[in-house]
């Protein structure tokens, strides 16, 4: 079983500042199947990376993910408002289809 | 557009049973996987259980196992999850997702409290 650890568990900035999220997993996620996703308070995740690097659609071109093996990240590369949140990564090379815990990002 | 709907979550006691559907439109619901995911209330996302887009094929979270089944209905375009055995800790939402390993598409939810 593949563990996923996000770090940090908070992480608080400013708009118009770039956030780095890490996730590393306890053993190399095949083939880089790990995605990204983004919640707000009261919604449903919205998929914002798969792939490790590939953008789903609709999503703005300041969120961008990279990584391999067992360290990967993503990366806004300035925060909008909109943008505070808490993000998940998922791999899914193998069952189980385990998620992070998450990390909170919120508005210093 | 895809749509998911989720319903047969409720209150019931430890022990006790449910089953939960997802109403798929939008897709071709017999050519896609499908996965469970659940959220404790105030708490992160927890993978749950997977079924191939023909059935044939079934994962399940070791928190589940033997105690939850996943299946489907291709022909009415629903998927299903029984819920047995169930405890205080099964308390969450439950959505349902599509896709074979990543979720572009979910429900809304169902809320499930296990509660005596």
């Known amino acids: 079983e593949i563990v996923l650890t996000q770090s940090p568990a908070t992480l608080s900035l400013s708009p118009g500042e770039r956030a780095t999220l890490s996730c590393r997993a306890s053993?190399?996620?095949?083939?880089?199947?790990l995605a990204w996703y983004q919640q707000k308070p009261g919604q449903v995740p919205r998929l914002l990376i798969y792939?490790?690097?590939s953008r789903a659609s609709d999503i703005p071109d300041r969120f961008s993910g990279s990584g391999s093996g067992t360290d990967f990240t993503l990366t806004i590369s300035r925060l909008e408002p909109e943008d505070f949140a808490v993000y998940y990564c998922?791999?899914?090379?193998?069952?189980?289809?385990?998620f992070g815990q998450g990390t909170k990002l919120e508005i210093k | 557009q895809v749509q998911l709907v989720e319903s047969g979550g409720g209150v019931v006691q430890p022990g006790g049973s449910l089953r939960l559907s997802c109403a798929a439109s939008?897709?071709?619901?017999?050519?896609?996987?499908m996965h469970w995911v659940r959220q404790a209330p105030g708490k992160g996302l927890e993978w749950l259980t997977f079924?191939?887009?023909?059935?044939?094929?079934?994962y399940y979270a070791d928190s589940v196992k033997g105690r939850f089944t996943i299946s489907r209905d291709n022909s009415k375009n629903t998927l299903f999850l029984q819920m047995d055995s169930l405890r205080t800790e099964d308390t969450a939402v439950y959505y349902c997702?599509?896709?074979?390993?990543?979720?572009?598409?979910w429900g809304q939810g169902t809320l499930v409290t296990v509660s005596s």
């Open positions: 792939g490790a690097s």
């Open positions: 079924i191939r887009f023909d059935g044939t094929n079934k």
């Open positions: 998922q791999q899914y090379g193998g069952s189980p289809f385990s």
């Open positions: 997702a599509k896709g074979w390993g990543y979720f572009a598409s």
């Open positions: 939008g897709f071709t619901f017999a050519s896609y996987a």
């Open positions: 053993q190399s996620v095949i083939s880089s199947y």
